[in-house]
Every structure is written in structure tokens, then in C-alpha cells.
């Protein structure tokens, strides 16, 4: 039972979602990378945000703080705070340092005990820091891909659960691998063909819960109701055009993507999910905006802000790709890959 617990994976109770690093060189690497592009995801800037958030940059930890050299080092997030759970080496110096950072900023706590540092910031931050104080063991089967220099747990709404992704970072791009839990199966036979083209395509042999979690994005980005979609065996929703200048307000994305649907396709070759979305080409639609385009609502602002700052990035990583197939427990394996030059 010990050997058990000792082998267990936990993580705060109360998190919506959940990255656990314990050697930040490759996720240094990507940013040190990325900031070529958009120079405000470089390291330093990453790791002065985390420093006001939760005390500790991840990047480049501080000595003083007292942490321990090895352990993973859980960063939270939950509804209205972020928060951090880190292994401490020396109790007093993480008591000093935890003392420095709570008299420094609004909204904070922490605490030091049983070994760890717990910090966490926000308007819900004590919530979150008594959720760090209680941590859950992750399902075995989650567990077994929480591995690695770094890996995240993230929560979803029904009829997907959980997953976890080990994160392989460098400066060529990121890859994630792992699986997500559903209630009923995700994905199930082969692919539909069918999708070529397009800014971006999803195309996938679904189960119960993949339909499911494909209506709700579809609703999420305000498009009509899809009838066929319930009884289809396979899907393909294939991004053909996006208008910028029809962005405006929150519900405003429908009118600007002109989404191709097509059901029960003949079957192709492959993994039962792929999923491609071309960066470039959203930055290329994206240039369309002017100053005065931003002006109609908060969704077209956001757009026109994007281009400005990580348009370079863009158009410099991707194609986005993902990829998934069928596991037992009504799950499946996926991988997410971001290549970046």
C-alpha cells in the first residue's frame, strides 16, 4: 500500500487544469525560440509574469525561495487563480521569501508545510490554495503519461473528462502526447477522406462523446446545428474561408468562417482522428483587420491585436496537427504536434 501511495500522481483537487514541470530546459528552449517571433514569450517575460503570479519563475528558479533541486513543481490554474505547489529543501528561506512576496501584491496567500511551498494569486486565491492542500490521485491510466519534464492535466466539461499530455519541448517545436478520459467512447473506426484544402480540417471516426464534443465546439463558435451529425459513423468540418472583416462581437465568429461540413464519407487511411489548422493562413486573414475594424466589438479587437503582436509567429510555426485513436476505458491517445522555425 505504501509503494502505492509513494507511485500515486496527485494533484490539487480544485484545479481546472494542471502543468507539472520538473526540468524547464526544453519548455525554455521553445519560448527562448518562439520570442524570435513575438518577444513577449520570451523567458524573462514568461518568468516575471510567474513571479508576480505564484513568487517562483519555473524558468529560471531563484535560490532564495529554498526550493528543492529535484520534484516536479505543480503550477494550477483554476476559475479566477492561478496558484503553485513547489518541494522545499529549506523551510526558513521559502518562509522568508513567501513573507517578501505576500507584502508585495493584492489578492495573494501562502504557505509553507509538509515539505512543499504553496502559493497562489487572483480573487479566488485562498479557494485555490486550500485546493493545493488537498491533492487527488489521477486515474492509473492518466498517471501512467504523467511523465517526463513536463506534462499537463487539464479538465474538460462532459462528455470528455480529463486528459494528460507529456509535453516534449525544444526549440524546433512542441509535441504532446497522451489520452483523454470520456464517458462514453471518442473516436471509434477508421477516418472519413475527404479533406483536402481549406485553412484547417478536422476529420474523425467518432463515438458517442466525440460527437458530443464536436457539437459543443460547434456551438461554442456560434454555428448553427449540425442534424446529421448525431447519427454519423464519420464527420469532416473543413474550414474553407475566414473572413476577418465580419469579426465584431463575441458571437460574431460564425459569420466570419465559412465551415464545409460533410458526414459518413468514404473511410480512408490513418489514425480515426486528424485535425490540421494552418497558422499562416489565420495570420493572413488576420491582416485584413484595420484599427477601425477593431472598433466593432471585443472579438474583432482581440483578432486585430493577435495579428499585431504574434502575427510573425504565425506564420513561422505550424501546421498545428493532431492526431488520436481509440484506447480502452473510453478513451483515446492522442498527439498534438507544433512545429516551429
Keep these: 500500500m505504501l509503494a502505492l501511495l509513494a507511485a500515486a500522481v496527485l494533484i490539487p483537487g480544485t484545479a481546472d487544469a494542471v502543468l507539472s514541470v520538473e526540468d524547464a530546459s526544453g519548455l525554455r528552449a521553445l519560448l527562448t525560440a518562439a520570442a524570435v517571433h513575438a518577444p513577449s514569450l520570451a523567458p524573462a517575460q514568461v518568468g516575471a509574469s510567474l513571479r508576480s503570479d505564484v513568487g517562483v519563475d519555473l524558468l529560471d528558479e531563484d535560490a532564495s525561495w529554498g526550493l528543492a533541486r529535484r520534484g516536479p513543481r505543480l503550477l494550477a490554474i483554476s476559475r479566477g487563480a492561478v496558484g503553485l505547489s513547489a518541494p522545499v529543501a529549506d523551510a526558513k528561506a521559502a518562509r522568508k521569501a513567501l513573507a517578501a512576496w505576500l507584502a508585495h501584491g493584492g489578492h495573494r496567500a501562502g504557505k509553507v508545510g509538509g515539505g512543499r511551498l504553496l502559493t497562489a494569486s487572483g480573487r479566488n486565491a485562498q479557494a485555490l490554495l486550500a485546493g493545493l492542500s488537498k491533492s487527488l ?25 480529463a486528459g494528460v499530455l507529456a509535453l516534449d ?18 473516436l471509434s473506426g477508421a477516418p472519413p477522406a475527404e479533406c483536402e484544402g481549406g485553412i484547417g480540417c478536422v476529420r474523425a471516426g467518432l463515438g458517442p462523446a466525440g460527437i458530443g464534443a464536436l457539437s459543443i465546439a460547434l456551438d461554442q463558435l456560434g454555428l448553427p446545428p449540425q442534424p446529421e451529425l448525431r447519427t454519423a459513423a464519420r464527420a469532416t468540418e473543413r474550414v474553407d474561408r475566414i473572413d476577418a472583416r465580419q469579426l465584431g462581437g463575441p458571437r460574431s465568429l460564425a459569420s466570419a468562417l465559412r465551415i464545409t461540413p460533410l458526414f459518413d ?25 484595420t484599427p477601425l475594424d477593431a472598433l466593432r466589438g471585443a472579438l474583432a ?5 493577435a495579428h499585431l503582436v504574434y502575427g510573425p509567429l504565425l506564420r513561422n510555426a505550424g501546421p498545428l496537427t493532431l492526431t488520436g485513436n481509440p484506447a480502452s476505458g473510453n478513451a483515446a491517445e492522442v498527439e498534438l504536434r507544433l512545429p516551429l522555425r
Design 137 to 161: 490521485p489521477l486515474p492509473g491510466n492518466l498517471a501512467a503519461r504523467a511523465k517526463g519534464p513536463a506534462w499537463i492535466w487539464m479538465r474538460f466539461a462532459e462528455p470528455l473528462r
Design 169 to 186: 519541448a525544444s526549440s524546433t517545436g512542441l509535441v504532446a502526447r497522451g489520452l483523454v478520459l470520456a464517458s462514453s467512447p471518442i
Design 265 to 289: 464519407a468514404p473511410v480512408a487511411d490513418g489514425p480515426a482522428l486528424q485535425a490540421t489548422l494552418d497558422l499562416a493562413q489565420i495570420d493572413i486573414a488576420l491582416a485584413r483587420l
Design 301 to 305: 479587437a482581440g483578432a486585430y491585436a
